[in-house]
Structure formats: structure tokens, C-alpha cells
């Protein structure tokens, strides 16, 4: 990890710890949650975008998987909380690997049409086959740790910011390694990479795996955390909003997933004051944004400060 | 004999781009391919190092058929290549490009990538500066690869070539592009690779002189097809050599 990124997981560590001595308010410490939850699953299509170059439509797909299989494990095999939520990630990330064999295998953007595809079968497998159907299902168990049961919200606030730490320390080392530079260096020139030896294939594949563990990951812990469950939240419309949540955030740089996540979680809250018009907003500030931040905010911000910096 | 070319055909559509092929590279050799624009120089060095793939015929490294083998094996096997239309990580700095080079000796799983505290070890970053320092590049370190002229930009893919240690590099018009000076750097460096290295080196290029200087065999390619082959002199003196290159028929 580079200085300047250690020094940000830093102050995102100080932030997540004195947030709550800012409020009491349960709400916010909600929302909170829920952003940390969209970032997780937007910080995987950051990487996958980013640096593999690779769209995906399906990561409400994962999502779902990480969401429903950990829910029913629990639920209705009684199995740990904490070992259900690994079941559900390795099932997911099995699914990922057949998806990704074939699509990426060929040029060109065949994962984007196979997710795409593969998140409305899941959406309609949650559907009809998934307890409770369209209503969905209750009583999922909270989490609990070796024995420790997580009951309040601020519990569920420090376990998914400290989920999301741990990811992007882990993400930004990856980033920084050898595996890193490879990825970047085909994103310039693949006929290179592949003559200096870089399985260009495989390392797609991979980072597509690694979009979906996180997925499926923030997918249980939503589980655990509401305790309720229905197909609706898993449709595309979720795997097109993480994608405003990259694009909006910028796929240069990782950190954009957390702020994309950010944005496009409060936005509808912000703008709860224009009743009947908010969608009308919503759209408006979107467009607006992509249109005069192609980069996204985080690569901007940067490049901001980097100017102001050497004036 | 590192390299067997043995009946290689290539069409494009219509075009006859190579009509059965043969020759061999000795190991230890500096080996050129010559001849007029489109006789298939480029498509040849594609095939060897598996970006293209041939119509029919076989390739032999180090005595293994490596036809069905994709460039990425080929590459663990010991060939590294630069090109003729440059293909740096132009993003990516002149260390950057060098230490990407040598992903093949250092490759890690995702796993132990993320758990990783230090980045790129002190040792890979030790060596890709050796690498530069040895083209004579070490000031430009820093510099963003597309920033670099073009001359300093062959260079560098010819290092980043050398960061993979190969047993065999494939030269495509290292010299396209550079002045005189740099002609001549260039012609000591790739003789220093090979004698010191010990690498082999098969290198197409257009400027005779270099040719001419530094290698022991020259195959000459015109039209898809080997029209001669020798040693400089020799090839000088062929008048199907002259003929091709005069153009007339
Ligand atoms: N991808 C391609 N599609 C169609 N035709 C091609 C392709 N690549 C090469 N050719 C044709 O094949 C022939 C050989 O081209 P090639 O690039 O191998 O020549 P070359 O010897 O490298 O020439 P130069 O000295 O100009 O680099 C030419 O007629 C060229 O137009
Ligand atoms: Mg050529």
C-alpha cells in the first residue's frame, strides 16, 4: 500500500470510531450501515471495472446469493451465523468462476450480457423458489461471533465499517503488488502482457471472483443485520445502482467505491423534501454529475488537490 | 538450434502473408530477417511468439512444438519480444514498465497479493533499476513510458524484454525511428546482450548497416517466402537479395 493510501484507511479508521460520539441518532447510524454495505459490493465492481476492464450487470446476483443462502442456512439448518455467511461466499464465488470461464475466455464485454442474464436468474429463482416467494421471509438470525450475539445498531455499524477496512487494506495491497501493476499494465497493452507472460484470463477471472466474494459478503451481512428478506431488493435495478455508485465515485481509484456508495445512499434521503420530485432530482443530479465528472468525484478530487498542491 | 521454423503458412484472406517457411536459429546467435515492406516479417515474429496463429506448419523452441501453446507459456518457456508499433504500458513508468517485466519470476496468488504489507519487494525493484541502468535509461526512471521519445521508448521494451530472462528475444525494427547515435548505442547493446547474456537474439530491422554489423546469419524474406539465406557478405552480394530490394521481379 502506498503512504498516501495507508495515511486514508488511517482516518477512515479514526472516522468510523468517533462517528458514533457525533450521533446518537439511530437513524443516521443506519444509514451509515447501509452505505457501508453498497461500498462493499461497490468497492468489487471498482476493482473488476477499474482494473480488469470488465462490466458487470449481476453483482445484485451475488448479492442475493450472499443474502438468501446465508439467511436459509441459519434459519432452517440451524448452522452458525458465521459459517453459513463462509457457505454462501464460497458458493458465490463458484458461481463466479463458471460464469467467468466462459465469457472471458472471448474478447470483448460477453461478461457484462452473462451477468446481466445470469442477476435476472437469480432475481426470478428468488422469486419464485425463494421462502416466503415475493414476500419474502423473517426471523433470519442476527449474527454472532464465536457465541456473541450482535443486537445493536451501533454493534452492526463497528462490524461492517471494520468489514470495510479490512477490504480495502486488502484491496489496496492487492492493487499495489505485482498482481496489481500486471492488471494495469493490461489495461495499456494486452498483446504486451500476454508475451511477458501475464495469463491475462485467468487474472480476469479472478478479479471477478473477487468482486463477487465482496458482494456476497455485504449480501449476508445485510441478511443478519435487517432480518428480513425479499426478492425485491436483488433485482437489476440493484446491479445498475452499484454501477452509478462506481461511475459516480470514479473507477480509477478504489476509494471511489466508498464514495459512490455514500452519494447514491443519501441522495434519496436528501432529497426526501421534494416529495413527488425526487426521482425527477435524482435523475437530474446523476446525469449532471456524469456529465461534468466523466472521471468520477474521487479521481477529481485528487486531481484537485494535486494542483493546488504544486501552486 | 534454440528456434526451428519448419513449413509455416499464413493467409489473410486473399493475401499470402508467409508461404511455407523454414528456417532455424542457432543458439547464441544473433539472427537477422530482412526484406521490403509486407514481405512478413512482422507476421512471422507474431506467430512465433503466439499472437497470431499460423494457417499450417509448426514451430519448434528449445526442440518442443510450441504451436498449441497461448504467447503466455511460450513466454515462461524463455521468448520475450519488443514491437514495431511500440506497445509499452504507457501509463505506467519506465521502473513500472521494467518491473512488470518480470511478473513471470515473481508472480504471486491473490490471496498472498492482498495480506502483503510491502508492495514490490526491495529486491524486484533493485533488479528492474540494474535492467535500466544496463539500457542506459536509469534517468528517465520516473517518466511516464509515453512521455519518453521514441528511441527511449524501444530501448525500454527492449529491457522490459530482458526483465522476463529470456533465453530468446524477438526484435521488430528496434531501430525505427532512432538517430545515428542511438543506431550505434542500440547495435552495442544487443551485441552486449548476446555476449554477455548469452541470449539469442532474432531481430528484424530495415537499417542495413546495423544488420550488416552485428549478426552472423541473415534470412531474407520477400513476398511470404525465404529467398536467401547466409552469412552478411553473402547476403550483399545475392542478386535475388538486390533484385528484391530494387524491386524489380
Ligand atoms: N492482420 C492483418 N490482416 C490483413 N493483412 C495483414 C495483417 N497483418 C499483415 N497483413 C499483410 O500481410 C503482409 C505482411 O505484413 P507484415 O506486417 O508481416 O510485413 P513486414 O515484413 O513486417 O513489413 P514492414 O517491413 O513494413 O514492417 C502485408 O501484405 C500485410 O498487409
Ligand atoms: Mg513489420
Redesign the pocket.
Known amino acids: 500500500m502506498t503512504k498516501g493510501n495507508a495515511i486514508a484507511v488511517l482516518l477512515l479508521g479514526i472516522l468510523v470510531i468517533l462517528f458514533p460520539q457525533l450521533t446518537t441518532d439511530n437513524y443516521i447510524l443506519t444509514i451509515a450501515i447501509f452505505i457501508g454495505i453498497n461500498a462493499l459490493v461497490a468497492i468489487g465492481l471498482t476493482i473488476l471495472m477499474g482494473y480488469a476492464g470488465q462490466i458487470s450487470l449481476g453483482q445484485a446476483g451475488f448479492y442475493g446469493i450472499g443474502a438468501y443462502i446465508s439467511a436459509i442456512l441459519s434459519l432452517y439448518l440451524g448452522l452458525p451465523v458465521l459459517l453459513s455467511m463462509i457457505i454462501a461466499i464460497a458458493i458465490a464465488s463458484i458461481t463466479a468462476v463458471v460464469l467467468a470461464i466462459p465469457s472471458l475466455r472471448l474478447k470483448g464485454h460477453y461478461l457484462a450480457v452473462a451477468t446481466l442474464g445470469f442477476g435476472e436468474i437469480i432475481h426470478i429463482i428468488l422469486h419464485e423458489w425463494g421462502p416466503g416467494g415475493p414476500s419474502g421471509f423473517g426471523d433470519i438470525p442476527p449474527l454472532s461471533i464465536f457465541g456473541y450475539i450482535l443486537h445493536s445498531t451501533l454493534e452492526y455499524f463497528y462490524l461492517i465499517w471494520l468489514c470495510i477496512i479490512v477490504i480495502m487494506i486488502f484491496s489496496l495491497n492487492l492493487i499495489n503488488s505485482m498482481t496489481g501493476k500486471a492488471l494495469r499494465a493490461i489495461h495499456d497493452s494486452e498483446i504486451a502482457s500476454l508475451t511477458l507472460g501475464i495469463n491475462i484470463t485467468k487474472l480476469k477471472i479472478k478479479v471477478f471472483v473477487l468482486s463477487a466474494v465482496y458482494a456476497a459478503l455485504a449480501g449476508a451481512l445485510y441478511a443478519h443485520y435487517v432480518t428480513f428478506l425479499s426478492p425485491s431488493g436483488f433485482s437489476l435495478f440493484y446491479s445498475v445502482l452499484v454501477l452509478m455508485m462506481v461511475v459516480i465515485g470514479g473507477i480509477s481509484n478504489i476509494w471511489g467505491g466508498i464514495a459512490g456508495a455514500l452519494i447514491i445512499t443519501i441522495l434519496p434521503e436528501v432529497l426526501r423534501g421534494f416529495k413527488e420530485f425526487d426521482i425527477l432530482v435524482y435523475g437530474m443530479i446523476l446525469t449532471l454529475s456524469l456529465l461534468f465528472m466523466r472521471k468520477g468525484i474521487v479521481p477529481l478530487i485528487i486531481e484537485t488537490y494535486k494542483r493546488w498542491i504544486s501552486k | 538450434m534454440i528456434l526451428d521454423i519448419k513449413n509455416v503458412s499464413k493467409n ?2 486473399g ?1 499470402k ?2 508461404k511455407n517457411i523454414n528456417f532455424s536459429v542457432k543458439k547464441g546467435s544473433i539472427h537477422a530477417l530482412i ?12 506467430i512465433i511468439s503466439g499472437i ?1 496463429k499460423m494457417d499450417s506448419g509448426d514451430i519448434y523452441f528449445k526442440g518442443f512444438s510450441i504451436k498449441d501453446k497461448p504467447p503466455y507459456k511460450r513466454a515462461e518457456m524463455g521468448l520475450a519480444r519488443t514491437f ?1 508499433n511500440l506497445e509499452l504500458f504507457g501509463n505506467l513508468t519506465v521502473l513500472e514498465n521494467v518491473i512488470v517485466g518480470m511478473y513471470l519470476k515473481n508472480q504471486r496468488g491473490f490471496l498472498s497479493s492482498g495480506i502483503m504489507l510491502r508492495g514490490i519487494n526491495r529486491e524486484i525493484v533493485d533488479k528492474s533499476l540494474s535492467i535500466l541502468e544496463y539500457i542506459k535509461l536509469s534517468h528517465r526512471q520516473k517518466e511516464i513510458a509515453k512521455n519518453l521519445p521514441v528511441g527511449e521508448q524501444r530501448l525500454l521494451e527492449v529491457g522490459r524484454a530482458l526483465a522476463t530472462e529470456p533465453e530468446l528475444i524477438l526484435l ?2 528496434p531501430a525505427a525511428g532512432l538517430n545515428m547515435r542511438e543506431t550505434k548505442n542500440l547495435s552495442q547493446l544487443i551485441q552486449k546482450i548476446r555476449d554477455e547474456k548469452g541470449i539469442t537474439i532474432l531481430i ?1 530491422e ?1 537499417d542495413m548497416e546495423l544488420v550488416m554489423g552485428i549478426s552472423d546469419l541473415i534470412t531474407v ?1 520477400n513476398f ?1 517466402e525465404v529467398i536467401a539465406e547466409g552469412e552478411p557478405l553473402m547476403i550483399q552480394k545475392n542478386p535475388h537479395v538486390i533484385s528484391a530490394y530494387l524491386g524489380e521481379d
Not at chain 2, 526484406?35 to 507474431?46: E, I, V
Open positions: 489473410f484472406g493475401i502473408a508467409l526484406g521490403p515492406n509486407g514481405a512478413g516479417k512482422t507476421t512471422l515474429m507474431n497470431e514495431q521488430d525494427e528484424v530495415h524474406l511470404g
